[in-house]
């Protein structure tokens, strides 16, 4: 029997965070997906650098992608680096592609990458979304909660 998944994913170090990910869209469900990288991709990506600001994912041929992320090239990788905007393959469960295949194409949702990572293991990972964009209004409503959270925080914290 498989090993239920736990609810929250392990994080030891964050490398990389689509902050404006949670404001562009409609967050569904996550999942943690592994990711095939280089040698030079890894060391690079322990340094720190990275980047999934204008990223994302999408499934070709019964894979997963992920696209347009930025990961620098190393500085002692000399003639053995990597292209730093290369597409990079997610490793997830068959079933897991599957349901994520039926969503963008039926529901027309995006896969959005949420955070770059390394688990407890050293492994690099990719905390993936299923997102369904926002409009305009829903963005107003959501600055507009953020705004009045904030106040009442500082209301309470004045007259406590």
Partial sequence: M???KPATFEKVKTVAENRRARFDYFIEDTFEAGI????TEVKSLRSGEG???????????????LVNANVPEFSHGNRFNHEPKRPRKLLLHQRE???LFGAVERKGMTLVPLSVY????GRAKVEL??????????KRATIKDRDWKRDKARLLRENG
């Fill in 36 to 39: 095939a990288l280089t040698g």
């Fill in 129 to 138: 979304a299923l997102a369904k964009g926002k409009q305009t209004h829903d």
């Fill in 51 to 65: 980047s999934i600001a204008e990223s994302y994912a999408e499934v070709r041929d019964g894979q997963v992608w």
């Fill in 97 to 99: 592609i599957e349901k």
């Fill in 118 to 121: 390394f688990n407890g293991k």
């Fill in 2 to 4: 498989a090993r239920p």
